[in-house]
């Protein structure tokens, strides 16, 4: 792997995460199985599709992308929680 690619990657597995903080927190206010909780869940996969295709970065690192998604979700909705009681 060079360093443009390991920046790239960095990059992309950063923007899966920060990206999904944000959307977890919105959806969490909004009512389970709903249009806008639908839209919240899966807004940043285009962006994370595209940035994977445009910097030629491996289907490999698919799994990870989608875990610290889900993983930033999480972070968002119990932030939510939080401070909603």
């Given at each position: 792997?060079?360093?443009?690619?390991?920046?790239?990657?960095?990059?992309?597995?950063?923007?899966?995460?920060?990206s999904n903080?944000?959307?977890?927190?919105?959806?969490?206010?909004?009512?389970?199985?709903?249009?806008?909780?639908?839209?919240?869940?899966?807004?940043?996969?285009?962006?994370i599709?595209?940035?994977?295709?445009?910097?030629?970065?491996?289907?490999?690192?698919?799994?990870?992308?989608?875990?610290?998604?889900?993983?930033?979700?999480m972070?968002?909705?119990?932030?939510?929680?939080?401070?909603?009681?």
């Open positions: 792997m060079n360093i443009e690619l390991n920046i790239a990657l960095i990059s992309l597995l950063a923007f899966a995460i920060l903080i944000p959307l977890g927190y919105l959806r969490q206010g909004s009512p389970k199985f709903s249009v806008r909780w639908f839209v919240f869940i899966h807004l940043s996969v285009p962006f599709i595209g940035l994977r295709i445009s910097n030629n970065i491996s289907w490999h690192f698919i799994p990870f992308s989608i875990a610290l998604a889900v993983a930033g979700q972070i968002g909705s119990r932030i939510y929680r939080r401070s909603h009681p």
